[in-house]
């Protein structure tokens, strides 16, 4: 099972009509979907024009995204209300630049922001790209910060493998 339907599955029953989240990188448009199909309102943020284009076809009739052709750790210039879930994917868009990757400073930046946005009782899923340039630098500096700020984390999940995915769903 990929990492981020392991997450869906388990974030799915959490989540209702009246909640608003975010999708810090949209890539694809997986998360931001998946949250769109369940919640009142998404804020899905990617750099690239591509990726926002591609989840707007993905996302067909949905009204409920708005979309951000910024960097996530402008995060708290575009969010100016208090969020329920928020969904994070390091590494690259896949149908996208493969050397434009999320950066391990504006990501932490945006992670931090991201958490001060949750309600109590939100979440945030994280899943860290380890295999991708830079990204096990970014997982460890990532792991790093959520360990070390004592989170409540309700999920965790790694391969043994240095170049899969490590997945933390974090409860505020």
Not at 75 to 104: A, C, Q, W
Not at 138 to 166: Q, R, V
Request: charged residues 20%.
């Amino acid at each position: 099972m990929r990492t981020t339907t392991y997450n869906h599955k388990y974030l799915s029953p959490l989540l209702k009509k009246e909640m608003v989240g975010i999708d810090l990188t949209l890539g694809g448009g997986n998360d931001t979907v998946f949250l769109a199909e369940k919640i009142r309102r998404v804020y899905a943020f990617d750099i690239q024009p591509a990726a926002i284009l591609e989840t707007k076809t993905r996302a067909g009739d949905l009204q409920n995204i708005i979309y951000i052709n910024a960097s996530h750790a402008l995060l708290k210039e575009y969010v100016k209300e208090r969020v329920d879930i928020v969904m994070f994917n390091s590494g690259y868009y896949p149908h996208g630049d493969h050397n434009l990757t999320t950066d391990p400073a504006s990501s932490l930046t945006a992670l931090q922001a991201a958490y001060d946005l949750l309600k109590d009782g939100g979440y945030l899923s994280v899943v860290l790209y380890r295999g991708h340039k830079g990204g096990l630098t970014e997982a460890n500096l990532l792991t790093e910060w959520i360990l070390g700020d004592h989170f409540i984390i309700d999920k965790y999940f790694s391969y043994t493998c240095i170049t899969e995915p490590i997945s933390y769903i974090i409860r505020k």
